[in-house]
């Protein structure tokens, strides 16, 4: 187990309040979303904004980069470790962690992809191997571990790669190629939200399309959005995540301050959040990601932290 900071009873007592019922902020369809609580840490709720956020199923913890620093919160919203305070790692991009408990971090100061070990201590540099030449070049600012591979992403260039464990190449995804983009498009059509889910599809949205999109392992695409203000419509798109039980897909708009729920067949369900100063509002949301018991963390912007939803299915 890994050996972490000392909780003490002022902490015990905020995760106690943490784990009280939230406010249904989101029904419709057959889902719903109640607001539960911000991660926090000894002096309150995390103050960040846009931070990346990770989750670590089986261990159930989460992982946010503020900063250089690394995060690490447990399933009730605590702080419980940190790491590279100092900075020594420079330039921390993403963070995943592998199924034996290795800590998988992007740095671009130098370019490297480094292996930690669960204190956060590097181990190794990990390197992509035999690489195709059209992926020459590749660099990742995003990465995902899903059932034994590695998917990394560079949002900039629409490119993907999908590794084993020790970085050997498995697949390659031209997403600008899959999606039939013109040369004359990619200059604008940049990648926002991302994510990989538990069947290995890629989950990604464009703002400048007002897009979501959906790549399947055999290279399938299905797309779904419509510019607009109304409820289900997308007016600047941020980030993207599939629930646990691979049923809806959850889409944050940043510009209308709220989290859209869509069924699998891309058909709306609801929407939750809404621009405001209370707990359960959101301002400017953009990162999502959900972990094994259907709890979405959703990043904002004005220093309010993670916020935290319960996700609950109806009949």
């Not at 009280?20 to 709720?45: D, E, H, Q």
């Not at 702080?79 to 790692?89: M, Q």
């Not at 190794?124 to 591979?149: A, I, Q, T, W």
């Not at 995804?173 to 889910?197: H, M, N, P, T, W």
């Amino acid at each position: 187990m890994m050996k972490r900071k000392p909780i003490r009873n002022t902490v015990i007592f905020l995760a106690a309040l943490a784990m009280m019922p939230g406010l249904v902020y989101g029904a419709g369809g057959n889902v719903s979303a109640s607001y539960l609580y911000t991660l926090s840490n000894f002096s309150g709720i995390l103050p960040v904004s846009w931070v990346d956020i990770a989750v670590d199923e089986a261990r159930n913890e989460v992982y946010v980069i503020p900063g250089q620093s690394v995060k690490i919160f447990n399933d009730r919203g605590m702080e419980v470790y940190s790491f590279n305070e100092a900075g020594d790692i420079a330039g921390v991009m993403d963070v995943a962690v592998d199924d034996e408990g290795n800590i998988i971090l992007l740095s671009n100061a130098p370019r490297e992809i480094i292996r930690c070990n669960y204190r956060g201590e590097p181990i190794s540099k990990m390197e992509l191997k035999n690489l195709p030449p059209e992926f020459s070049g590749f660099f990742p600012n995003r990465v995902f571990f899903r059932k034994g591979s590695f998917y990394f992403a560079s949002l900039s260039s629409l490119r993907v790669v999908v590794t084993d464990r020790a970085g050997v190449f498995r697949d390659g995804y031209d997403i600008a190629a899959l999606i039939k983009l013109e040369q004359a498009e990619r200059k604008d059509a940049d990648i926002v939200g991302f994510s990989v889910d538990r069947e290995g599809n890629i989950l990604f949205t464009m703002p400048v399309m007002a897009k979501a999109y959906v790549l399947s392992p055999d290279k399938q695409v299905r797309s779904f959005g419509m510019a607009g203000s109304a409820p289900g419509r997308f007016g600047v798109v941020g980030g993207i995540a599939a629930d646990a039980s691979g049923k809806f897909i959850l889409v944050a708009d940043t510009l209308r301050c709220v989290v859209m729920i869509f069924d699998r067949d891309f058909k709306f369900q609801t929407e939750f959040g809404f621009r405001g100063l209370r707990p359960e509002n959101l301002v400017g949301p953009m990162e999502l990601a959900i972990d094994s018991r259907n709890r979405l963390y959703v990043a904002q912007l004005r220093d309010r932290g993670v916020s935290v939803y319960q996700l609950t299915q109806g009949n």
